[in-house]
């Protein structure tokens, strides 16, 4: 009598193969499926997931993504993980066998549909999971390849959320929602991991639902709670150094989709030229994100940016004035991530503009600071003209 086989037959594997068709989570429970009469229905159960998450997942790094609290994965070329939960990278558990990086980080590489390897020996994309992926090779690292994922953890619905989840005190949410409903132009400014893409996927929530929002990214981070929004998303160059689509290319398109509100989801190159042009065009509203150190840096932020594309400090100074209105900066400390400042632009005594602060949140309710009159005029119902710099 023959013996029953003690593993499960590669017949699945095999016509997959045969048949030129890769590994995906359909055709891996498909084949788990097959294998039940052999592994029994929970050992099949517990195969398809480890299959599912060594072929088409994050391998050893899916535990860490999944936990609810971690916002970061970081993986330095010698194997040694370490996670952000919102005080601050700690080491996670054993670290990595350094020679399976390379493997993990080009597999991942592919997941996120970018290419990895020698002659490219970064990449920056998105998986399927919405995790962002960031991957750099050796020479340009010691050791091995160093990854960083982002895991997007929260999709606030609106200011009321932010205030449920400690991000704002009422007060502030009040100004936040009258600024939306009063069409200013905006940017959030802050550190990296501060919350920026969190608080303005929250205000992009509180757009009415009849309006068309265009979202240009390099990578996809953004995804308000809105019925119509239209994603752009860069291309970088491919290995022979052509096909390249940046940001500005993607602005300029995006004004011929009629968009009631164009949003940069990270304004950090020339786009900002196209940027400061539309939103003096019209395109009341408008919105993004900046990496500054507060309010008041805004002005010498963009100043950079524009000298990128040969604008000078007069031209960049000269579109803030009727581009941009107020400036939300969110920092992350003993509170979480949370807004600390709202910042109103201005036309100082020399001609330049200026971003003074116009109110300093506390969980209590927004404190007063030097433009609070300023911001009262852009909200609902002061009559202030949109698209005007407060003088």
Do not use: F
Not at 16 to 21: D, T
Not at 45 to 69: C, I, K
Not at 156 to 176: D, I, K, Q, R, W
Not at 361 to 390: I, M, N, Q, S
Request: hydrophobic content about 40%; proline content about 9%; overall charge neutral.
């Amino acid at each position: 009598m023959s013996r029953a086989p003690t593993s499960p037959r590669p017949a699945g594997v095999e016509r997959a193969i045969r048949a030129g068709e890769g590994p995906s989570p359909a055709r891996i429970a498909r084949v788990a499926r097959e294998s039940t009469p052999y592994l029994g229905p929970a050992a099949g159960d517990r195969a398809a997931h480890d299959l599912t998450t060594g072929l088409v997942g994050l391998g050893p790094l899916a535990g860490l993504v999944e936990d609810p609290e971690v916002t970061d994965v970081l993986v330095n070329g010698d194997g040694s993980v370490w996670v952000e939960r919102g005080a601050g990278v700690e080491p996670a558990g054993p670290a990595l066998d350094p020679s399976a990086l390379r493997p993990l980080a080009v597999r991942l590489a592919g997941l996120a549909g970018r290419r990895l390897d020698d002659a490219q020996p970064w990449v920056d994309g998105l998986l399927p999971s919405g995790v962002r992926l960031h991957a750099v090779l050796p020479p340009l690292v010691e050791h091995g390849p160093h990854l960083s994922l982002r895991v997007p953890r929260r999709r606030l619905a609106g200011c009321a959320a932010l205030v449920e989840h400690g991000m704002c005190s009422p007060g502030t949410a009040t100004v936040l929602r009258g600024l939306v409903a009063a069409r200013r132009s905006l940017l959030v400014t802050g550190g990296t991991g501060a919350g920026k893409t969190t608080l303005l996927g929250a205000l992009l929530a509180e757009c009415p639902p009849e309006e068309r929002l265009v979202v240009v990214e390099d990578v996809r981070e953004l995804d308000p709670d809105h019925p119509h929004v239209v994603r752009l998303q860069g291309r970088a160059a491919n290995v022979e150094g052509v096909g390249e689509v940046p940001l500005s290319v993607l602005v300029r398109q995006a004004l011929r989709m009629r968009p009631d509100r164009l949003v940069v989801g990270e304004v950090r190159g020339g786009e900002v030229r196209d940027l400061l042009a539309a939103l003096n065009t019209g395109h009341e509203g408008g919105a993004g994100t900046l990496h500054a150190n507060g309010p008041g840096e805004v002005p010498a932020r963009l100043e950079a940016l524009g000298s990128l594309v040969g604008m000078p400090r007069a031209a960049v100074h000269a579109q803030l004035k009727g581009a941009l209105q107020a400036v939300v900066h969110v920092v992350r400390d003993g509170r979480g991530r949370h807004v600390d400042r709202i910042g109103v632009l201005r036309v100082g005594p020399d001609g330049l503009v200026e971003v003074p602060v116009a109110l300093t949140d506390r969980p209590d309710g927004p404190v007063p600071g030097e433009a609070w009159a300023a911001l009262g005029t852009l909200l609902p119902g002061a009559g202030a003209p949109a698209g005007t710099v407060p003088s």
